[in-house]
């Protein structure tokens, strides 16, 4: 769609991390397909007089994906309220981060273009809530076994100017914590969600007086649909001179539209301050070292090196790199297949092409496999000008063809003949052009 306009995106992204325990307490982090509120204690369900204690491994990891997203940490941090009320909100405000968060001013490049990160911190999950029909009366139902999962929100500047970046930023973003092993980042399990902001202006160099904040966004493909949704609503309301509400609207999948829920509140309205029951964090940059020690090869890196160590494609390599243990699997396969002429590009080609089931192949049993497939056939002159005749004989219509001048069927009859055996191209070429002048 062309439109007058230039579209200004932002995105914060909220990341459950991995941690066996959650945030405050030491309730399991579990709670997808978990009974409900079977994972919970005083702290994670709000009770007044709970104290929290918070989970060190978190707080490391944030730093982590911090330092990995080139972010700044910052050395004095600290945790503060957010007040708000919802049912899935027992303490009627979530402890979070307002003006020390952990991490500030990072970046992401997609195709060359840096995309700033303006602060990664940490905070907890809510409870869920779900909607359902118990005797006959529709009931909403509170689950607290996700109260309390640490929480990571990653916000960026508006930086994105089409959907396209967005979706490169997003799978950029998931490989990386994926990577780090801090997170699945899975969407459809909702341990990766987010919240684009998406505005319209006539003019590049300055944002406009209103965004919009898209929620309830659970896959890639629905941030790309309610942001194509919004494009084309806002530039007709702005069409017909009209003004656009600051405003939060949810994705209603089902209709494909999306829907006003609230007027946006300001971060004043949350009356933040600083949460009393935990002290300030202190880093040194000693301890800071030592976690950006811990961060293995990024994505970026490992598609550099496969291209430059491998001799593989850019198209191979990021297929490659995409997924961590796939890489891993290839390294290990080229390791073991050492003695094969060209291995990382006959593994990479099996991976890639015929599409080989990594996780359930041993290397050796992958490498067994190219060998074997590398093998010619081994057969003698007679027997290969029997197989020929037999080819030609099945396909008398293309035998036809080829003698009114249709040479490039000779193509066919080379497909035919391989089928039957991985036997040497050259020769198979060479006594096709021998039997196709005798007949
Ligand atoms: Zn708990
Ligand atoms: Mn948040």
């Known amino acids: 769609m062309k439109i007058p306009y230039t579209v200004i995106i932002g995105l914060e992204v909220h990341v459950e991390l991995a941690t066996s325990s959650k945030m ?3 309730c399991s982090a579990e709670h997808f397909g ?73 970046e992401i490049k997609i195709q060359d273009k840096p995309i700033r990160i303006r602060r990664v911190h940490l905070e907890e999950d809510t409870g869920k809530l779900q909607h359902e029909t118990v005797n006959g009366e529709e009931v909403s139902l509170v689950d607290f076994n996700r109260s309390g999962v640490p ?31 801090i997170s699945q980042a899975d969407m459809e399990k909702g341990s990766m969600r987010l ?38 609503r806002q530039s007709e309301l702005l069409d017909r001179g009209e003004t656009i509400p600051q405003q939060t609207r949810g994705w209603n999948e089902a209709k494909g539209v999306t829907v006003a829920q609230r007027e946006k509140e300001e971060a004043n309205d949350y009356r933040y301050f600083p949460e009393p029951d935990i002290p300030p964090m202190n880093f040194t940059q000693s301890q800071i070292a030592d976690i950006k020690a811990q961060i293995p090869e990024m994505p970026d890196q490992k598609l550099t090196r496969f291209i430059k160590i491998y001799g593989l494609s850019e198209y191979d390599a990021s297929l490659l790199i995409d997924d961590f243990d796939l890489a891993h699997y290839f390294e290990l ?86 089928k039957r055996g991985n036997f040497d191209k050259a020769k198979v070429i060479g006594f096709l052009n021998k039997k196709l002048k005798t007949i």
């Open 333 to 418: 396969a080229v390791k073991d297949g050492a003695k094969l002429d060209n291995a990382a590009k006959h593994i990479a080609n099996w991976l890639i092409n015929k599409k080989i089931n990594y996780r359930v192949t041993v290397p050796g049993e992958l490498i067994s496999k190219i060998a074997v497939g590398l093998q010619t056939t081994q057969v003698d002159d007679s027997q290969l000008e029997e197989i020929i005749g037999e080819v030609l004989a099945n396909n008398l219509q293309a035998v036809e063809d080829y003698k009114k001048g249709k040479t490039a069927v000779i193509g066919l009859f080379i497909g035919e003949v391989l």
């Open 24 to 26: 405050f307490c030491g």
């Open 151 to 181: 929480l990571v929100e990653i916000v960026t500047e508006p930086d994105f100017r089409t959907i396209e970046e967005v979706d490169l930023y997003l799978k950029k973003l998931q490989r990386i914590i994926r990577y780090l092993g």
């Open 195 to 232: 919240e684009p902001s998406i505005s319209l202006s006539l003019d590049d160099s300055k944002l406009p007086s209103y965004r919009v904040e898209l929620k309830n966004i659970n896959s890639f493909r629905f941030a790309r649909r309610a942001l194509e949704y919004e494009i084309k």
């Open 34 to 106: 978990v009974t409900p509120n079977t994972h919970t204690c005083p702290v994670c369900l709000g009770l007044p007089g709970a104290l929290p204690v918070p989970n060190k491994k978190a707080v490391e990891w944030t730093i982590m994906l911090g330092l990995a997203l080139g972010c700044s940490i910052n050395e004095d941090s600290k945790f503060d309220r957010k007040n708000y009320f919802y049912p899935d909100l027992s303490k009627g405000y979530q402890i979070s981060q307002y003006d020390e968060p952990l991490a500030v001013n990072g």
